[in-house]
């Protein structure tokens, strides 16, 4: 049966109502005179003395909050290295279990002697070890958020891989997405340390000890850690306990600003400006010792954009610099509007899996094990979905 759009449409129609009604302007205004006026040490006291754990994630400030920091120029002769992963996830319709993760990474050198290197590398998972945290008794299988968890440390390897190919000449090394492994907060501290976590920051030791300034880079991010911040300053009782709020116009102007992304509240950087640099207070963070992750944003042109790195990279003035620079320059060589970093585009391009590759993947599967004589049969549901109901 067809998808009752009418339906929909109406409801649509609502939602743009209640969203234009807003007065975002008005409210985005207000917030970024809040941020001039805050004395940051209060603030950071505030946020130190409270009482009880707070209901949203806040960020760690520094000596200022709106901070608007223009752009070195960029080096004539420099590269950006890129990686990104695609991966085709367990399918437990099937007789054999197995997952795929391809990665890709891409290294963009301009100036004197421009040059692009372009791979990708696939792998297919399928013993025990790999399907499955605890391989003995086969539990806690490899899917969802440790699959994500998997093909970042791929990623990340990729990044490597790709860093240690570059011509020479001053390059940073950039990911597509968070540097912060939100996934795996809720798994059990061994299972994360020994699994996952190690080997990230594993990568991450072989960064540092080359001085490789690495970043991700995160299009239209959704975050509010300054936000909401800025939501405890204005908290009158110190305990953040929204249900028992008194009515005031305090309040009401938290309640508003509930409904702002940090991405919103930076719109008032000039292009290729960036903000001061924020701490993450990610529970997750507490396991990264010398790599905790910091961020900033920026405006790329025409996009707010999140950068992440560890804080060994954003203490350094000239990865800082370097960064804010080739990123900035990204944004004019894109050929897109709002602008994406092409080494980045160049990165997803080798390790995008397509429907077809993965119809491939399959059609592939089906045929090794009928040429050793077994069937492959999957399940009712998963052949039904393939065809057509009367």
């Not at 120029?73 to 007789?95: K, L, W």
Request: charged share 25%.
């Amino acid at each position: 049966m067809p998808l009752k759009l009418d339906v929909l449409g109406q409801q649509i129609e609502q939602m743009t109502r209640a969203a234009v009604a807003e007065d975002r302007n008005g409210a985005l205004e207000r917030a970024r005179q809040l941020m001039e006026s805050v004395d940051p040490a209060e603030l950071r006291a505030k946020l130190d003395e409270r009482t009880v754990r707070l209901p949203w994630l806040v960020a760690d400030v520094g000596d200022s909050l709106a901070g608007a920091y223009a752009p070195a120029p960029c080096p004539a002769n420099h590269s950006v290295v890129a990686s990104d992963g695609s991966s085709v996830a367990p399918d437990r319709h099937t007789p054999v279990r197995f997952y795929v993760i391809n990665t890709g990474y891409a290294i963009l050198t301009y100036g004197e002697r421009p040059s692009a290197t372009l791979d990708s590398s696939p792998n297919l998972y399928f013993r025990d070890e790999d399907l499955y945290l605890d391989p003995h008794v086969r539990s806690a299988p490899v899917e969802g958020s440790r699959l994500s968890a998997k093909m970042c440390l791929a990623e990340v390897g990729a990044l490597w891989e790709g860093c240690q190919r570059v011509p020479g000449g001053p390059f940073v090394a950039l990911r597509d997405g968070s540097l912060i492994t939100w996934g795996l907060q809720s798994e059990d501290p061994a299972f994360v340390q020994q699994q996952f976590l190690g080997e990230f920051l594993g990568h991450l030791d072989r960064f540092v000890e080359q001085g490789i300034p690495v970043f991700s880079y995160i299009s239209y991010p959704g975050a509010r850690d300054v936000v909401n911040s800025l939501r405890v300053w204005l908290c009158p009782r110190g305990t953040v306990d929204c249900e028992y709020c008194p009515t005031s116009e305090s309040a009401q102007f938290c309640r508003t600003l509930a409904g702002i992304t940090d991405r919103e509240q930076f719109g008032f950087l000039a292009e290729g400006q960036r903000s001061d640099v924020f701490g993450s207070k990610s529970a997750i963070l507490d396991r990264y010792a010398l790599h905790r992750i910091q961020f900033f944003y920026m405006n790329v042109g025409g996009e707010v954009v999140r950068m992440e790195a560890p804080r060994w990279v954003t203490g350094d003035s000239e990865m800082l610099g370097l960064a804010q620079a080739s990123i900035y320059d990204q944004g004019l060589r894109s050929g897109m509007y709002p602008p994406y970093p092409p080494a980045l585009q160049e990165a997803h391009e080798q390790a995008v899996i397509s429907a077809a590759d993965r119809q491939a993947i399959e059609v592939m599967v089906e045929r090794a094990l009928a040429e050793k004589g077994f069937t492959y049969l999957g399940s009712a549901k998963a052949s039904s979905k393939r065809r057509r109901a009367v």
